[in-house]
């Protein structure tokens, strides 16, 4: 084996892509959600109002979320190469959003509460004061959320590039994939704008009409509307977390790569996520043939999603009886 290149037969494991316009505006948009939440507080305190102070503790919540995702970014860049990682470290970015969609129920129940509190205990407003603070906060929200948009940059190459166990590599782009760790952090900050949109319309109606109920009932609304969004994401995250992925179709499209080969058939098969779009599977086959392991990896290439695949083949013994 001493002439045997090893290095050429490595894998990255690191299927991540190289940009990182994510974590920048990641970082930026946890600085502006603190600049806003502190001069929400500051405000709170200064003016003796209990609604600037309950939105600023509100915003502190989002701000924390946000620096979570920015800093699984950093992890997860930092850590890229680290072998410990078995499949690179993609999924600390999945645990972020899924951390996030946590914290994001918690500000839900808070919000919930708070609201329903207020509907049976009416609080004296001051609507002026509010009503800028509700703009200026919707305003911000809104730029976070710009930048933070998925633009789903197609085109970038990966981090790592499929091996799959063969000697050649098999560069594979970026399909469009969600972040799910941006997509968290977008909901934050959506949330937020849903909350601030909300506020200004019980303002209104309140400084108007003499509406005071409106502002804890749009709260219940908004609080309600938040719980599908961080519903939705849990379920979303926590599928990855758990590999949960067997009803993918790329699953389905193994199988019937491989059985399409003569006498073969998969006896087990797993597949797992380890990018965005890309996938590992484990796959055992039974067959008459002298058929290798090779063979069958040559056929599954074609699957763009497979960036590492380990074959097992049962070769089972010709009947000469009859």
């Given amino acids: 084996m001493s002439d045997c290149d090893h290095q050429q037969w490595q894998q990255s494991h690191d299927y991540r892509p190289l940009e990182t316009t994510a974590e920048r505006q990641a970082w930026r948009v946890t600085a502006l959600s603190g600049v806003t939440m502190l001069v929400e507080i500051i405000a709170g305190y200064w003016f003796n109002s209990m609604a600037l102070l309950a939105d600023g503790w509100h915003m502190a919540s989002h701000m924390v979320a946000l620096g979570l995702s920015a800093l699984a970014y950093f992890i997860a860049r930092r850590y890229a190469k680290d072998q410990r990682f078995a499949f690179g470290t993609w999924k600390v970015e999945v645990l972020a959003g899924f951390a996030s969609a946590v914290m994001l129920t918690l500000v839900v129940l808070m919000l919930a509460f708070e609201s329903l509190l207020r509907l049976f205990n009416p609080q004296v407003i001051a609507f002026d004061m509010a009503l800028v603070v509700a703009v ?187």
């Fill in 136 to 322: 200026i906060g919707l305003l911000v929200n809104l730029l976070s959320a710009w930048m933070l948009r998925d633009q789903h940059e197609h085109g970038h190459e990966l981090g790592g590039h499929a091996h799959a166990d063969h000697c050649e590599p098999h560069d594979h782009g970026n399909h469009g994939g969600r972040d799910l760790n941006r997509h968290a952090a977008f909901i934050h900050v959506m949330a937020d704008a849903l909350t601030s949109v909300a506020a200004i319309a019980a303002l209104v109606g309140g400084m108007l009409f003499g509406w005071n109920w409106l502002d804890p009932l749009m709260g219940v609304i908004g609080s309600v509307i938040i719980a599908v969004w961080a519903k939705g994401l849990l379920i979303e995250t926590a599928m990855v977390l758990l590999d949960r992925e067997m009803d993918s179709p790329v699953v389905e499209r193994i199988r019937t790569n491989l059985e399409r080969q003569a006498d073969t058939q998969v006896t087990d098969l797993h597949a797992w996520r380890v990018g965005r779009t890309q996938f590992a599977c484990a796959v055992s086959v039974v067959t008459h043939q002298q058929t290798s392991a090779d063979d069958y990896k040559q056929h599954l290439a074609q699957i763009k999603e497979l960036v590492h695949v380990t074959v097992e083949v049962n070769q089972c013994p010709v009947d000469h009886q009859g």
